[in-house]
């Protein structure tokens, strides 16, 4: 049982660039969560997911889309890269209980 | 809005003592949760504490138990006997939006463990 894992851990980006986070959790969950992390700040919802199939917008989604084709996985995309989203990105899942389980994080620069 | 705020951006403590973070909210939801999450520099966030504002008692695990006072909208965090290991960046967050169960952290206090 790995949990929640992020791919990949780190990144670098020039400016316009293209990307996809992934984001794959083992442990049959329903709802799914994708935040960014800026220093001097808490994590930001940007998008999530409530079952399969299904995607919704969270405080700060510009920028970014997302996809649910499996359960178990929850992708986030960058179409468009830009020095404003060099963040650290996490990933997280949680079952009908109301607690949250997250990933290591990802870390991305854009250039 | 939902908010949370953490007015220490650093705390500091002796190893085997005890220190309390602050913390304070504002929902309009009349059924909530409340969390201490902690990130060590590996970054990854660890689920510490997590009260149901339902719930009267305070929450208790282990070392760590929080003074949740609702009137006041205040959940601070104590960390009794403090290890080495402690030392970390800690959220307070707070759930929101019913079956969505969005979280809304607070910007964090960095706790120094001193040996």
């Known amino acids: 049982n790995a949990g929640v894992t992020q791919t990949p851990k780190f990144r670098v980006l020039k400016t316009g660039q293209s990307m996809t986070l992934l984001c794959a959790q083992d442990?049959?969950?329903?709802?799914m969560y994708w935040y960014r992390q800026d220093p001097g700040m808490g994590l930001r919802l940007i998008h999530y997911s409530v079952g399969e199939g299904t995607t919704a917008k969270g405080e700060v989604p510009d920028g970014y889309n997302v996809s649910r084709l499996k359960k178990q996985n929850f992708l986030l995309g960058l179409e468009s890269a830009a020095p404003s989203q060099t963040s650290v990105y996490f990933c997280?899942?949680?079952?009908?209980?109301?607690?949250?389980?997250f990933g290591p994080g990802t870390r991305l620069t854009v250039l | 809005a939902q908010t949370v705020t953490q007015s220490q951006p650093e705390m500091s403590v002796q190893e085997a003592e005890t220190v309390t973070l602050s913390c304070t909210y504002d929902?309009?939801?009349?059924?909530?949760?409340l969390f201490w999450y902690k990130q060590p520099p590996s970054r990854q966030m660890i689920l510490v504490i997590r009260q149901e504002a339902y719930k009267q008692q305070n929450a208790t695990e282990n070392r760590f138990s929080v003074n949740f006072q609702k009137a006041a909208k205040s959940f601070s965090l104590k960390i009794s006997d403090s290890q080495l290991g402690d030392a970390a960046m800690y959220f307070c967050?707070?759930?929101?939006?019913?079956?969505?169960?969005?979280?809304?952290f607070g910007t964090g206090t960095l706790l120094a463990v001193q040996p």
């Open positions: 929902t309009s939801e009349s059924d909530y949760y």
């Open positions: 442990m049959n969950h329903e709802y």
């Open positions: 967050a707070s759930l929101y939006g019913g079956a969505t169960n969005k979280l809304i």
């Open positions: 997280a899942s949680r079952p009908t209980s109301n607690t949250q389980y």
